[in-house]
């Protein structure tokens, strides 16, 4: 497998889809680039700065639940190509709403040209994204159209907020599934269903991949905090600094809001509310985070949403593409570590 994959621990069936891989990558590039060096040059920004790549990962291996001669045509590959571009133009417009000053370790795409051709530039590459969907057939075009409803519903819910009476965190958690999970579900039945595993096996592992992207997220709220910036590619707490609630200040406002929250989480909200403009503003309110239980809390939710997903694939059967999809799902919280 490539660097930028997981390990999944089944040499055989990583050997048989790092080909697919390798297309899906070179497709990629193809798709991001276009026919002037400055908007080339702003569409290809965050592929070509890397990724995990963990849609089109999942896409290729659910589609080894199917015809082992349609595991790799041309539709999966078209598919997996779609899931991870959809993905990446997303990227573009959560970093004009977050602000956010870098993105996979290098300046955000905002950042260097402004939040007009981000947005753009965004926009451009969904269009691509749903082209290539165009080619995989009604049924497809019906599915990624709704996920990327879900995924501008998410966005939307998460600018918004929760009305009064919500629960903040279950509230947030479902802005997680529509934001993340709703496109790691896509890009799993996307595979199964183009490899002719059957719709039951697709619902399977759709479900498994919503929830695998709630816990992959959440993880990613936990190294948010307590990874360094050169490993996260992200500034610690730039959420925090532009007044967005990552789990684990939820966690501690529901705790302020049940009675049940102690000195340190209390002095936390407190500073939260303060101004976090300064770099020793913010790294003061992140290190406060990393010492708390809070912390903890958090990743042991991150680990429930992983165990869920992995009891979700009950219903396949045993062999390489279930324990692929096992380890590819404790994988994304075993990186807590």
Known sequence: MSAQTPDLHVPDLESRITPGLEVVERRLLDAVSSSRDLTDELTRHLAVAGGKRMRPLLTLVCAQLGDAERALDEQVITAAT???????????????????????GVPSAQHLWGNNRAIL??????????????????????????????????????????????????????????????????????GALLSGAGQLMADVVS?????????????????????????????????????????????????????????????????????LSSDEALASVVEQLRRHDVLEETRLLARTWANDAVAALAPLPKGEARTALEAFANLMVDRLV
């Open 82 to 104: 779609a899931v991870e571009l959809t993905h990446l133009a997303s990227l573009y417009h959560d970093d004009v709403m977050d602000s956010a000053p870098t993105r996979r």
């Open 121 to 190: 530039a965004g926009d451009i590459l969904f269009a691509r994204a749903s082209l290539l969907v165009a080619s995989l057939g009604p049924e497809m075009v019906t599915h990624h159209a709704r996920t990327f409803e879900r995924l501008c519903e998410g966005q939307l819910n998460e600018t918004f907020g929760p009305t009064d009476g919500t629960d903040r965190v279950d509230f947030y958690l479902q802005v997680l599934a529509d934001k993340t999970g709703s496109l790691v579900s896509t890009a799993a039945s996307f």
């Open 207 to 275: 479900d498994f991949g919503e929830k695998v992207g709630v816990a992959f997220q959440i993880a990613d709220d936990v190294l948010d905090l307590a990874s360094s910036g050169e490993q996260s590619g992200k500034t610690p707490g730039t959420d925090l600094r532009e007044g967005v609630d990552t789990l684990p200040v939820l966690l501690l406002r529901r705790r302020a809001a049940a009675g049940t929250i102690d000195e340190a989480g209390a002095r936390i909200l407190s500073e939260l509310t303060g101004d």
